[in-house]
């Protein structure tokens, strides 16, 4: 495969038709670091890709970026330099002018069986050097897709950490009268884009939630009038039923490879107890046995410990235990009532909902409990769910008339709002795309 980028380094083709070629950069002297407390946007140039649909890959480009918060795109009429050839070197000066620290540079154009090439290089404005460069091949289905990549090459150049742009969430979109609210499994790009919708209406669906290494996810159904928990592979529509459970309380979760779902349970005893179900063998384990509503049960990123919530101290608070279900622990001892806890997939926080002064808030927390930080408060905001690089959550918050989806990050001062054509609610974002 010829590129006119060198060094080349051949990589893998990737799923649904896309596939790169990859230079090896010089070693980067531009780095954002993420990890202080208070980021100073980096500011960063990206001109319109050449090509015919150049101007609109590098529209997504600069918008995943700006969304993240971590990047100032600068004003185009800014520009001095106007770029005629994106494989020449820029002229540094003339970005330095206007205080551009990185430089994007790039070109999309039709090869000769129908695929789309896009290639960027992404230039160190003050170190005067191109740090990065890459050539992607898709078909036209996958023109967002190529632009999300390269948000997420250019995310990770610069941070060192990994993007989370060429990502999925699954929402439950709502439509119709309050009093009669139509609800449909649903799924869209992470910036809004691509909405398809996954079940037709005639029944409630609920709690979405994905696979950790597969595009596949598990929701709750009352087509049969009872709740039904289902296993849907997004990309073929193959849907099987895991079991029929009356008194679920709370939507299963997978562990991390994929092979269980843990789950709450109201069984005959009146009690709501935390159950790990095998996912081949349909054998389920009880870890709780509580007198005590124990329920939303998620698994830590090593499958080695639970984190649940539990009202056994009197009111609801956040625990932690064995995944076998030994060594049972609270570690949330803040006012308020605490619901709705989920791992990062980095294994170092937890983020939660909680309700206390009249007003929800969503916050994270370490995983001993220390460091709790509120993100977002409001009236009725819940289900928060991680971008897969733990950097970034999205929730859903009542707004006029019904719910609608929120992202923000973990300073709590870049918080956006999603693009949805009807009300949506109980986001889940996918891993990253292969």
Do not use: C
Not at 75 to 101: G, H, L, S, T, Y
Not at 232 to 258: C, H, Y
Not at 350 to 369: H, L, N, R, S, Y
Not at 376 to 395: D, I, K
């Amino acid at each position: 495969m010829k590129s006119i980028l060198k060094p080349l380094l051949m990589v893998a083709a990737m799923a649904m038709g896309m596939n790169a070629v990859v230079t090896l950069p010089a070693r980067a002297t531009l780095e954002l670091n993420v990890n202080k407390g208070n980021v100073e946007p980096m500011p960063i140039a990206i001109p319109d890709f050449q090509g015919g649909l150049g101007a609109q890959i590098s529209e997504i480009v600069t918008a995943d970026l700006k969304r993240s918060g971590l990047f100032a795109p600068i004003d185009k009429n800014a520009f001095i330099e106007k770029i005629a050839n994106p494989d020449a070197q820029p002229r540094f000066d003339d970005w330095k002018v206007i205080n551009a620290q990185a430089l994007v540079t790039g070109s999309v154009s039709k090869e000769a069986d129908g695929r789309i090439r896009a290639q960027y290089r992404l230039w160190d404005i003050f170190g005067n050097q191109q740090i990065a460069g890459e050539q992607f091949f898709a078909n036209d289905a996958n023109q967002r897709r190529v632009a999300h990549i390269i948000a997420d090459a250019i995310y990770e150049k610069l941070t060192g950490e990994k993007g989370y742009f060429d990502t999925r969430v699954v929402f439950i979109d709502e439509s119709g009268a309050k009093n009669a609210r139509k609800k449909r499994l649903a799924i869209m790009d992470q910036d809004g884009a691509n909405v398809r919708y996954l079940s037709d209406g005639r029944s409630i669906v609920l709690t979405p939630r994905f696979s950790p290494n597969r595009q596949e996810i598990t929701y709750m159904s009352y087509e049969s009038g009872q709740p039904r928990v289902y296993l849907l592979q997004i990309e073929t529509g193959q849907r099987e039923l895991v079991g029929n459970f009356p008194g679920m309380t709370f939507a299963p979760r997978f562990s991390p490879d994929g092979q269980k779902v843990i789950m709450s349970l109201l069984r005959d005893d009146g009690n709501s107890n935390i159950f790990a179900m095998d996912l081949r063998s349909r054998s389920t384990t009880r870890l709780t046995n509580s007198t005590a509503i124990d329920t939303s049960p998620s698994y830590s990123p090593d499958g080695s410990k639970v984190v649940f919530t539990s009202d056994r101290g009197g009111r609801a608070q956040i625990y932690v235990m064995g995944a076998d279900g030994s060594g049972q622990t609270r570690i949330s001892f803040g006012d308020g009532v605490y619901s709705t806890r989920v791992g990062a997939p980095r294994g170092d926080l937890v983020a939660f909902t909680k309700q206390t002064g009249g007003e929800f808030q969503i916050g994270v927390m370490k995983t001993d409990g220390s460091g709790e930080r509120i993100l977002s408060s409001g009236f009725q905001q819940e289900g928060p769910t991680w971008a897969p690089n733990g950097r970034v959550l999205m929730f859903f918050r009542d707004s006029a008339g019904g719910p609608k989806l929120v992202s923000v990050d973990l300073t709590g001062r870049n918080e956006q709002s999603i693009p949805t054509a009807n009300f949506a609610s109980d986001p889940a974002w996918s891993p990253l795309l292969e």
